[in-house]
């Protein structure tokens, strides 16, 4: 049976994951939606099956489609999850899901009502390095974690203006939350300081913080500390270090390293985490065995819920419970 997918997004992450799908056996890329139809002909144009839309409407309408990628802006959903939603057609978005918690909200309750089969795209998740990291967290305790996202401002438009990127605890952050949540359970509480210290002086439209520093209490008991800023020229400085009773896990994306007091131990990844995120929610879609998607997208609104958190925190100044 080949898998006819469509990609509703013409940008960096729908064109990497068409050509990855392009790649595995028993797929078709046979759709593009984009912003206008120029740039959706334009991302179809290598794939021999694929034509372009203008609208999600138009590509599901012409096209029988067995799964949908999602790999919008983060302001863009909403309309386009609720008309696979309605038409029963499974579908993997890239985070975030939103910038604010109400269209999120009724998105997963639709979802749950259709007992749809869904992924989000937290590809952390897949990796090697972090699966060995939760099989080595469930013989000792976990105590409190440090989590970063350092690096400097995407130059797309949308990214810097509060309204339609969330911000970047939000947009970018959101992949160290969700390790936490992964590794470390469920969040109780969130307290959020963020600040303006550099951009919004340097480039026009800038709404959103530079800086930031966010505290959560975990269900467990323990707490962790994740600040970001977007402000530095050099890039690419992400993680989380989880403090145990036995040392240092410290997780990237690109290895796991374990401290211990008499030695350090070194796990590289070696997995394409995307390949193993699309065949997860390949598999599910093919045979309805959904036990492989790591993070679905009821899983994901809980990570939502943490950044939403967060901005209100930094808004108001006070915690915000979760639980």
């Not at 020229?233 to 410290?250: C, D, E, F, R, W």
Request: proline residues 4%.
């Amino acid at each position: 049976m080949t898998l006819r997918i469509g990609i509703a997004g013409t940008g960096w992450f729908g064109r990497m994951h068409a050509e990855k799908l392009a790649a595995m056996d028993g797929v078709s890329v046979s759709a593009f939606c984009g912003t206008s139809l120029d740039k959706a002909e334009t991302a179809a144009r290598p794939y021999s099956d694929a034509r372009g839309y203008d609208t999600i409407e138009a590509m599901l309408e012409d096209r029988k489609l067995d799964a949908v990628y999602i790999c919008t802006p983060p302001f863009a959903h909403g309309e386009i999850e609720l008309a696979l939603v309605e038409r029963g057609i499974p579908f993997l978005v890239e985070k975030p899901i939103g910038v604010d918690e109400e269209t999120p909200s009724r998105i997963r309750q639709a979802i749950a009502d259709k007992g749809l089969i869904t992924s989000v795209g937290y590809h952390f998740r897949y990796m090697d390095s972090t699966n060995q990291a939760k099989e080595l967290l469930a013989d000792r305790t976990p105590l409190m974690a440090l989590g970063q996202w350092m690096g400097s401002m995407p130059g797309v438009y949308w990214w810097r203006k509060m309204e339609t990127s969330g911000g970047q605890f939000v947009e970018q952050t959101t992949h160290i939350v969700d390790l936490t949540r992964y590794l470390l359970g469920d969040v109780n509480e969130v307290y959020a300081a963020y600040g303006s210290r550099h951009m919004a002086q340097v480039e026009e439209g800038v709404t959103v913080p530079d800086v930031g520093t966010v505290t959560i209490k975990l269900a467990s008991g323990a707490v962790a500390t994740i600040s970001n800023t977007c402000a530095i020229p050099a890039g690419g400085h992400a993680g989380l270090q989880i403090y145990t009773n036995t040392g240092v896990l410290q997780v990237t994306g690109e290895a796991l390293v374990d401290i211990e007091a008499d030695k350090k131990t070194e796990y590289k990844s070696s997995n394409n985490p995307y390949v193993r995120e699309n065949e997860a929610f390949l598999h599910a879609v093919r045979t309805g065995d959904s036990s492989q998607i790591l993070s679905t997208y009821e899983d994901a609104w809980e990570t939502h819920r943490v950044t939403m958190a967060a901005n209100e925190s930094a808004r108001t100044g006070l915690p915000v419970k979760l639980r």
